[in-house]
């Protein structure tokens, strides 16, 4: 019988945002890679049987995926599932381990090379192509970046530092900088290097990259992919397909990963944790940025005024959200980073459930009560499970709040991005760290001058958005505690605006069957990342 390693995959429709996640994400992937490759050798193939006796391995990777979208462009995508799958298929010049935020080898050979505080240059890596079979050169590097940093592309304000890029011959690229900046590899992983011929509604459908994988089909319900017969860096694929089959249900999910039908499963609900151990799976849980957050349209009334949107937050009785609805794998937020973060500060405002002062601030504000307004959701069953209890602590300080839930990509295009929205509030699930997890890349993510602070939170210009990013202009050129000191401020200041906020951070589960993986790490962001795994054979 076949051994086959089904994984389920579990998507941050929005956004998520950095030195974690290529860290996480190279590791998963390296997990899932090496386990197939370990099969293979062991098992010699589809329909035999391994040296100890064992069941047969097959020469595919089947997974289960939590979230859906149909863009994958690695210059601007954000979403989960794409997300995830670029990881696999397409490479940036260092690659961002996303179990520890560390930063491997990419289509880079070695290090960059200094030539001053505003000058590198990056030699790729000899005979690295792309899965169509071209080489990689210097001008697809450029081009790549250059598309990236576009004006209004969703990335642009994390390459802010960069003043130009330059192709030298074939195989250099040379980058010149504005200003020194400490984090100039780590933000090398950012960018996923595509053909300069691929055009921008190709790479949505399916982007061609040089990584241990390609993809051969992209469907709303599947997404296929096959080994790179071409790739030549240090993470090759394990086996010759990889299947994701997309499933938005929780339940579904469990299903299959208690029937057998996977042999991983990411972001796992805490009330099957039991079932699925008894089932034979082993669950693995990781702290992390992972959150729900509430976002404000700072525009309109009464949220302009920042008294009440500190009420919303005194309001809501996040301990017994955690307890309850969470099953306790959460963490209360003290700072915008989590705890187990290098750059965590514990910011001058904490929020815990005080009904009380909430009311207090609503009078200073001249909120009075029978306020009405629509608490919009996106539509992940975790998400959805909060939003009763915060419409009641909401409604105990005397507001009337309706809920509406919605697919992400139909929330955000028809009800916040665009001049005129009316809408009051959004609570959904983020997750930048998928970019990384240095406090730049994150504030950047959501708070630069981007579509979050302009057409979202509309937040860009208030006296807020201008003082932050003063302080995030002065962290960006510094170093060591002088820049974790304005960062501080950022966090600070944050917690005093909250034109978005976390209302926890998540604990984030994988299920594995026991004794598939011969070494795999779990992430704490979402997806699964197969780089370094290796599976017993």
């Excluded at 459908?205 to 992919?225: A, L």
């Amino acid at each position: 019988m076949e051994n086959r390693i089904l994984i389920q995959l579990s998507l941050n429709e929005e956004e998520k945002p950095m030195y974690s996640w290529k860290t996480r994400m190279a590791k998963t992937a390296a997990a899932v890679l090496a386990g197939a490759l370990a099969l293979s050798g062991c098992g010699g193939g589809t329909g035999t049987t391994n040296a100890k006796g064992g069941p047969s391995v097959a020469d595919t990777i089947t997974a289960q995926v939590a979230y859906s979208s149909r863009d994958f462009n690695p210059l601007s995508t954000s979403m989960a599932l794409p997300m995830a799958g670029n990881w696999h298929v397409t490479e940036a010049l260092y690659t961002l381990q996303m179990s520890d935020y560390s930063l491997v080898s990419g289509l880079a050979a070695g290090e960059p090379e200094k030539i001053s505080d505003t000058e590198y240059v990056i030699t790729i890596r000899d005979g690295a192509k792309f899965s169509d079979g071209n080489a990689v050169t210097a001008n697809d590097v450029k081009t790549s970046f250059e598309r990236v940093m576009a004006p209004g592309g969703v990335y642009a304000p994390m390459l802010s530092f960069i003043d130009s890029i330059t192709a030298q011959g074939d195989n250099k690229i040379d980058f010149k900088l504005k200003y020194a900046f400490t984090l100039f590899k780590e933000r090398m992983s950012l960018v996923h290097i595509v053909p300069a011929s691929q055009s921008d509604a190709d790479l949505k459908k399916m982007p061609i990259g040089s990584g241990p994988w390609k993809y051969v089909e992209i469907t709303d319900q599947q997404v296929k992919f096959d080994k790179n017969e071409y790739y030549n860096g240090e993470f090759p694929a394990q086996v010759s397909h990889m299947v994701w089959n997309v499933n938005v249900d929780d339940t579904a999910r469990v299903t299959a990963m208690q029937n057998g039908k996977s042999d991983i499963m990411e972001n796992v609900p805490a009330k099957a944790f039991d079932t699925l151990k008894a089932a034979g799976a082993d669950i693995e849980t990781v702290d992390g940025f992972n959150q729900a957050f509430i976002m404000f349209n700072t525009k309109q009334k009464p949220f302009d005024d920042k008294r009440v949107r500190q009420a919303v937050f005194y309001a809501i009785d996040t301990e017994s959200m955690i307890k309850n609805q969470l099953s306790g794998e959460a963490n209360m937020v003290t700072g915008f980073m989590p705890e187990s973060f290098k750059a965590y500060h514990k910011a001058s405002n904490v929020y815990t459930y005080n009904p009380e002062k909430a009311k207090e601030l609503l009078k200073e504000a001249g909120v009075s009560e029978g306020v009405k307004f629509t608490l919009y959701t996106t539509d992940q069953t975790w998400i959805t499970q909060l939003a009763p209890q915060i419409k009641n602590n909401l409604d105990a300080i005397g507001f009337n709040v309706d809920i509406q839930s919605m697919k992400s990509s139909a929330l955000f295009p028809t009800i916040t991005d665009k001049d005129d929205a009316d809408f009051s509030m959004v609570l959904g699930p983020g997750d930048p760290t998928v970019f990384g997890n240095d406090p730049d890349v994150l504030l950047n993510w959501w708070f630069g001058d981007t579509v979050w602070t302009k057409q979202r939170m509309f937040w860009n210009g208030s006296d807020g958005y201008n003082k932050l990013h003063e302080l995030m202009d002065k962290a960006a050129q510094s170093s060591g505690d002088e820049q974790q000191s304005y960062w501080n401020e950022c966090f600070d200041l944050l917690s005093d605006e909250l034109p978005m906020y976390p209302l926890f951070h998540r604990k984030l589960s994988t299920a594995v069957k026991k004794n598939v993986f011969s070494s795999y790490t779990p992430i704490g962001t979402t997806g699964l990342y197969f780089l370094n795994s290796k599976l017993n054979g």
